[in-house]
T-cell receptor
Framework: GNSVTQMEGPVTLSEEAFLTINCTYT??????LFWYVQYPGEGLQLLLK?????DKGSNKGFEATYRKETTSFHLEKGSVQVSDSAVYFC???????????FGTGTRLTIIP | GAGVSQSPSNKVTEKGKDVELRCDPI?????LYWYRQSLGQGLEFLIY????????KSGLPSDRFSAERTGGSVSTLTIQRTQQEDSAVYLC????????????????FGPGTRLTVL
């Protein structure tokens, strides 16, 4: 079956620190990979995506590279801000199936 | 335009009661999804509707759970004889569906309904 494993939270960082949130996956078939973000009091939003190996998704200073050889899609940001405090979910979708399979989420808190 | 809306935003019920959760998708979106977000389980897929096709019910955890989508728009998720383990945030999402190679049909999520079963 399909599954996503992401690093346990919560993660607390100081402003301007470097962020990595690890995500690995298993999939039957060729997946597309996503990071979703849930800001406090808001609904889930798509942050970035990559649909094939070696693609890099990027948005709002965040990046993630689709690594087929390590079945990973780690989220990175060079300098985090307080406004990045949120819960981040890694997810996959297999071609031909529209439903998303999510990781358990990582709560990120940035302190000034 | 308006996003996905869900009602109620919060629902507290007693064990054994039935509950109905409503989702209004974005106008024109042909696909509708229900997910559940619970402590320790993360986000789980429940059910998927696409147009007039038979829904994908593979994520429903038990036969106490059912969902309908009337007129290809509004959807209702019904939980019968609620149990404490049903307590969670229930999320609805919708997307347009374009069958184009390489096109990703982004799912747009509503704010969720927080269900608490006492």
């Amino acid at each position: 079956g399909n599954s996503v494993t992401q690093m346990e939270g919560p993660v607390t960082l100081s402003e301007e620190a470097f962020l990595t949130i690890n995500c690995t996956y298993t999939a039957t078939g060729y997946p597309s990979l996503f990071w979703y973000v849930q800001y406090p009091g808001e609904g889930l939003q798509l942050l970035l995506k990559a649909t094939k190996a070696d693609d890099k998704g990027s948005n709002k200073g965040f990046e993630a590279t689709y690594r087929k050889e390590t079945t990973s899609f780690h989220l990175e940001k060079g300098s985090v801000q307080v406004s990045d405090s949120a819960v981040y979910f890694c997810a996959l979708r297999v071609v031909g199936n529209e439903k998303l399979t999510f990781g358990t989420g990582t709560r990120l808190t940035i302190i000034p | 335009g308006a996003g996905v809306s869900q009602s109620p935003s919060n629902k507290v019920t007693e064990k054994g009661k039935d509950v109905e959760l409503r989702c209004d998708p974005i106008s024109g979106h042909t696909a509708l999804y229900w997910y559940r977000q619970s402590l320790g389980q993360g986000l789980e897929f429940l059910i998927y509707f696409q147009g007039n096709s038979a829904p994908d019910k593979s994520g429903l955890p038990s036969d106490r759970f059912s969902a309908e989508r009337t007129g290809g728009s509004v959807s209702t998720l019904t939980i019968q004889r609620t149990q404490q383990e049903d307590s969670a945030v229930y999320l609805c999402a919708s997307s347009p569906i374009k069958v184009v190679a390489g096109y990703y049909n982004e799912q747009f999520f509503g704010p969720g309904t927080r269900l608490t079963v006492l």
